[in-house]
């Protein structure tokens, strides 16, 4: 049925079962306003892009789901169009894991140049848990995002007069029963799950996208 007879449909039903006449104003705002959006903080160039993951302090536990996360975030941004060319991150996580040694780590623009990126999404890991307090079951991850120019060995976003250096992303999911904790199967499809909730948090730093995300902080500092 095209959209302007199911509108019309709705509509008369509202008018029919109303008591005092028919009130449409309402019901035609709630179906024809469109949601509302977010924009982009930072808009990127669509340039041969590696995502980054930092978990030198070893946060993310199990590893793998680092992967998942740069993963999550390339996969964002090509489905988008932000980008039409993305470098895996394991490359780039395999490239610092060689290189880096207890005294010197390897800067973020030979990471990038190493796997032919002209630019780094570089994203610092700081908190990977599966309970907000030790007791509370929701799982929060947050994170520490920068972009880099890898050609001109700058930072793009935060821009330069940015009161911060990075952008701090916080993603906190909704909270799990107790029976979800029970076995280490389910376990770890919540650090799936949290994973996956912050590569997209991630990502959406970079488009417009619909603000209906509901306890997640994005872009906070």
């Known amino acids: 049925m095209p959209i302007r007879q199911i509108i019309s449909s709705l509509l008369l039903v509202v008018c029919v079962t109303a008591s005092g006449g028919c009130n449409i104003v309402t019901p035609a ?8 959006m977010t924009e982009a903080e930072y808009e990127l160039k669509d340039r041969p ?31 988008k169009k932000v980008l039409s060319h993305t470098i895996r991150s394991h490359d780039a996580m395999g490239v610092a894991a060689r290189h880096d040694t207890k005294s010197k780590v390897m800067p973020i623009d030979a990471i990038g140049r190493a796997v032919d990126a002209e ?3 570089y994203v610092e890991m700081v908190t990977f848990v599966d309970h907000i307090d030790g007791q509370t079951p929701r799982a929060l991850a947050t994170a520490r995002v920068r972009v880099i120019d890898v050609v001109n060995r700058e930072r793009l976003y935060p821009t330069s007069e940015d009161d911060q250096p990075f952008r701090l992303v916080e993603v906190l999911t909704r909270e799990f029963s107790q029976d979800e904790y029970a076995s280490r199967a389910t376990r770890i499809q919540i650090y799936e799950t949290l994973a996956n909730e912050l590569g997209a948090a991630i990502a959406k730093l970079f488009y417009r996208h619909e603000t ?4 997640q902080r994005l872009g906070g500092r």
């Open 119 to 121: 630019q780094v999404i």
């Open 29 to 36: 705002a709630f179906l024809l306003t469109p949601p509302p």
């Open 212 to 215: 209906r995300e509901l306890g």
């Open 49 to 79: 892009t590696v995502v980054f993951i930092d978990d030198r302090d070893s946060v993310v536990n199990p590893v793998a789901f680092r992967r998942t996360i740069g993963d999550k975030i390339s996969e964002d941004l090509m489905v």
